[in-house]
């Protein structure tokens, strides 16, 4: 094994879009395992569009990512070195050892996962902080009955694709919200959508808006947003009376200012539920949520789609492409 490891540090915030400039690469010597403490083999890195946020100095709901550390993110690994009587050379682990090929823990917050019928990588996915997002905002936000019709944005993305799937499951009529033909083709004929807005392909937002109109000839009584701007002005027309909305993201101002609402109204109007959320204040539901997701995945009932970058230099521009719409699926670094 090497005595030094690659890592990513912030190196400056970005003002407006992110930059490569905005990140430094760093070799860093292997540190010395402590009584108690393991040592981690990162295979894989989450790439995440929270991460936008916490790169700013402004206020938000969890503490700023400071200047010249690693960068925040998940990871799943093995453990290569142990000094924890409850951890043992080979383990697979699910940790936030962030933007590193490797990482030391002295065991909390950090578990063992088991990789018989669920691959490592979904661990970052499915079933992972994206899975659970998704289950939490649609089963105790949205609420979802049998017969509604439920609509999510960013549909081909590691939490949307997740989120339609499981209104199919609860009997809804699942309708997507994604960009180009590819990923709305993805979308219906294999995570077996009912319909899916294709965004791009609008010219403007009035014909955005029939678009989705066509697929949602019932209205929509569950929407989960994770785009906002345009996109969510049009849902809003189209919501049923009592409708509700978990807001799970922004991405579109992430990389600049926020896009207001249009017809703000329309909340009165429709005497709509809007609850924001994030998902890691909701503990407490990760058992259940986690059980299900994992015996959806090992069944073959919960299907995924992953973007694999090689390399942790790779991490800021596949960082940059997810913050732009260019993954498919899950975004993650492979890092050996």
């Not at 002005?233 to 896009?259: K, Q, T, W």
């Amino acid at each position: 094994m090497s005595d030094t490891y690659k890592r990513i540090v912030l190196a400056s915030r970005p003002s407006g879009a992110v930059s490569p400039d905005n990140f430094r690469l760093e070799q860093v010597p292997v540190p010395e395992l402590a009584d108690g403490q393991v040592l981690v083999r990162n295979h894989y890195l989450s790439l995440d569009p929270y991460m936008r946020g916490r790169m700013n100095e402004g206020k938000s709901y969890a503490t700023p990512q400071p200047l010249n550390e690693v960068m925040i993110g998940g990871t799943v690994g093995e453990v290569v070195a142990s000094r924890n009587p409850k951890y043992a050379v080979g383990d697979k682990v699910l940790g936030m050892f962030g933007w590193q090929e490797m990482g030391v823990s002295d065991g909390s917050g950090m578990q063992k996962v088991d990789t018989g019928k669920i691959p490592l990588s979904a661990y970052l996915g499915a079933v992972g902080m994206p899975g659970v997002t998704a289950w939490y905002g649609l089963n105790r936000i949205i609420a979802p009955k049998a017969g509604e019709t439920v609509v999510v944005s960013a549909a081909s993305g590691a939490v949307g694709s997740v989120v339609g799937q499981l209104a199919k499951m609860a009997g809804c009529r699942a309708v997507g919200i994604a960009g180009g033909k590819e990923k709305c083709d993805y979308v219906v004929n294999e995570l077996g959508f009912d319909a899916c807005v294709d965004y791009k392909a609008a010219s403007d937002p009035k014909a955005l808006y029939t678009m989705l109109k066509e697929a949602t000839p019932q209205g929509v009584d569950g929407y989960f947003e994770n785009v906002g701007g345009e996109i969510l002005d049009a849902v809003l027309s189209r919501m049923n009376a009592f409708g509700r909305i978990a807001v799970c993201g922004m991405i579109a101002g992430y990389d600049g200012e926020p896009l207001p609402l249009k017809n703000p109204q329309l909340i009165l109007v429709s005497r709509l539920k809007i609850e924001g959320f994030i998902v890691s204040e909701h503990m407490d539901v990760w058992p259940q949520a986690l059980s299900e997701l994992g015996g959806a995945v090992a069944q073959g009932k919960l299907k995924f789609r992953e973007s694999v970058a090689q390399g942790l230099e790779s991490a800021p521009e596949a960082f940059m492409g997810l913050l732009k719409g260019k993954n498919f699926g899950k975004q993650l670094v492979k890092l050996i």
